[in-house]
């Protein structure tokens, strides 16, 4: 069978690979199972359809990042001490330097460039592993197998499989011998699936798990060769939908950034409080019959205030974090973000159904 002209090729129009067989799917795709794609077919489908890669999310602007370090309930306090011990500072006389608003208004930019700084790393070591890890599949063209990065696969493509291959893309079997893959990272089921080309014929809903005659993209060969036809690539994949879903999926904070929040929200109300009370109290006792009188109560609980402000808490959290990130590096462990060390740190279960490997000692 020749490839048909690219205008027969409609993609929403093609039938349930899982429910029809393989012969039809080739059909409705315009390729011959024995001799592939021609490269000018798939030039032309790569062209119009897109790169077989998932889609990755927007990396947010400079501005937007560096904003994003000081969005800490316990950092805007700490801004706030800032704003007011300039003030203080300007109502006194502004003599000399406002010492205590630098020092503070340092730890801050400390705090944030370390965070910046990290993920600038993380993000640099992210896209070194991308290019080293980049797949390559074998696929039949113009009636040779050729070996062409994943991301150039197209619907239509013959993709050859064989053990210790990454499947490339989503696609229908037509040819199987022993053929088992790990479909782990989309079932979670640590077993290999035995594989086959034979259509399923169910009027049912079909889990994922159960479709035998399909092959689907981020899957590995377990074991056994096969050939498949490629009927999805980059986001309409199985793995494209998980992408999807994580994606809208909304970020939660961690425990040790709950905690964090959370202690800068009470300090907050102490540290207000303690203000109030202590400028109340001299008020009542001392009395206060002049705006001078006013202003120096009011100096005088605006430091307690910021005295009662712990400044190197963030920057120590921070530091503690980094140390944490490089021993994680020394392991070959990429973290994005410092908050994620403690989140692997809070881990107090591992469930597995797979028995530990003893360690040996040399």
């Known amino acids: 069978m020749a490839n048909l002209p690219e205008a027969a090729i409609d993609l929403s129009d093609l039938p349930d690979p899982v429910r029809t067989d393989a012969a039809s799917v080739a059909s409705a795709l315009g390729v011959d199972p024995d001799r592939g794609l021609s490269s000018d077919a798939a030039a032309r489908r790569l062209a119009a359809i897109g790169s077989n890669e ?10 937007r990042r560096i ?98 291959d990454q ?10 011998n022993a053929l088992r893959i790990a479909e782990a990272s989309l079932t979670g089921e640590s077993s290999a699936v035995e594989k086959h080309p034979t259509t399923i014929e169910r009027s049912e809903s079909i889990p994922l798990g159960d479709r035998t005659d399909m092959v689907y993209k981020g899957t590995a060969v377990n074991r056994g060769t096969g050939r498949a036809i490629v009927t999805s690539t980059g986001m309409s994949t199985e793995m494209g939908a998980i992408a999807t879903m994580l994606d809208e999926t909304a970020e939660e904070p961690t425990p040790l950034q709950n905690e964090v929040n959370h202690l800068g929200r009470m300090l907050a109300r102490i540290v207000i409080v303690i203000a109030i009370v ?8 001392e009395g206060i019959s002049t705006p001078a009188e006013f202003v120096q109560v009011l100096l005088l609980g605006v430091s307690l205030a910021v005295a009662a402000v712990p400044e190197g808490l963030p920057a120590v959290l921070s ?19 410092l908050s994620s060390v403690e989140t692997l740190g809070s881990a107090s279960v591992i469930c597995t159904d797979r028995p530990a490997r003893s360690r040996r000692t040399r």
Do not use: C, Y
């Not at 998932?54 to 501005?63: A, D, G, H, V």
């Not at 202590?278 to 006792?285: G, K």
């Not at 530091?319 to 973000?337: C, D, P």
């Open 54 to 63: 998932l889609r990755s999310t927007e990396r947010n602007p400079l501005w």
């Open 67 to 164: 904003l994003a370090q000081f969005t800490d309930p316990l950092i805007v306090l700490l801004l706030a001490a800032v704003a007011i011990s300039l003030v203080a500072w300007i109502i006194e006389g502004a003599e000399g330097l406002p010492i205590d608003a630098i020092v503070i208004f340092a730890i801050i930019l400390l705090n944030a460039a370390l965070g910046l700084i990290q993920e600038a790393r993380a993000e640099k070591a992210v896209a070194a592993l991308a290019v080293m890890t980049r797949a390559q599949s074998t696929v039949l063209r113009d009636g040779e197998l050729v070996t062409v990065p994943s991301a150039e696969l197209v619907p239509g493509d013959i993709l050859v499989l064989a053990e210790g």
């Open 167 to 176: 499947v490339g893309a989503d696609g229908r079997l037509f040819r199987a």
């Open 278 to 285: 202590v400028m109340v109290t001299i008020a009542l006792i």
């Open 319 to 337: 530091v503690v974090l980094a140390l944490g990130v490089q021993r994680m590096a020394k392991r070959n462990a990429v973290v994005k973000n």
